[in-house]
T-cell receptor, first 110, second 117 residues
């Protein structure tokens, strides 16, 4: 079993839709959870960071962590064509080892 | 957020030559940096973990003599692709893990696209 599982998509939504991206993980020691956005031919950009459980909101983006279910989510409200990218989840237990999902490709159609 | 700069952003070289890619943490120190390779529409593939002042740790299947990594300072790691061949053409990305005030976040460079002719 992989440490981190993420549905690769592709996911295609109309502009203005709410997007839900998810990852599951198996290691209960993970405490740091990150979402990255990667545009084509660019490096990943840190979008959201959460420590332990709970929700975090930043503009149109909300990150949720449910440690009891080993499940994290990223919600994008009022999605825009500029949100079209690959979204990667990542997590760690606090050391310098990081575990990544495979990325979900999102297209927001105008 | 913290900034990681990669240079060059793209490079074209002839087969048999060596190419050096730099990864710099601009506003923080990083004892640990990582190097990845990414093929089109695929996820990141970790190549090696670079530790300041010591030898890099390479992932299984990555040739250490082919991909030389040097992490001589807390803000700079370099990846040298030696005797490059067309199959080394790829997108190479680095990331840096802050040494202090660490909140667990990892920051990526913009990536370097290598084309070997």
């Amino acid at each position: 079993q992989k440490e981190v599982e993420q549905d690769p998509g592709p996911l295609s939504v109309p502009e203005g839709a709410i997007v839900s991206l998810n990852c599951t993980y198996s290691n209960s020691a993970f405490q740091y959870f990150m979402w990255y956005r990667q545009y084509s031919r660019k490096g990943p950009e840190l979008l959201m960071y959460t420590y332990s459980s709970g929700n975090k909101e930043d503009g149109r983006f909300t990150a949720q962590v449910d440690k009891s279910s080993k499940y994290i989510s990223l919600f994008i409200r009022d999605s825009q064509p500029s949100d079209s990218a690959t979204y990667l989840c990542a997590m760690s237990g606090g050391g310098n080892q990081f575990y990544f999902g495979t990325g979900t490709s999102l297209t927001v159609i105008p | 957020g913290a900034v990681v700069s990669q240079h060059p952003s793209w490079v074209i070289c002839k087969s048999g030559t060596s190419v050096k890619i730099e990864c710099r943490s601009l506003d923080f120190q990083a004892t640990t940096m990582f190097w990845y390779r990414q093929f089109p529409k695929q996820s990141l593939m970790l190549m090696a973990t670079s530790n300041e002042g010591s030898k890099a740790t390479y992932e299984q299947g990555v040739e250490k003599d082919k991909f030389l990594i040097n992490h001589a300072s807390l803000t700079l790691s370099t990846l040298t692709v030696t005797s490059a061949h067309p199959e080394d053409s790829s997108f190479y990305i680095c990331s840096a893990f802050p040494s202090s005030g660490n909140t667990g976040e990892l920051f990526f460079g913009e990536g370097s696209r290598l084309t070997v002719l």
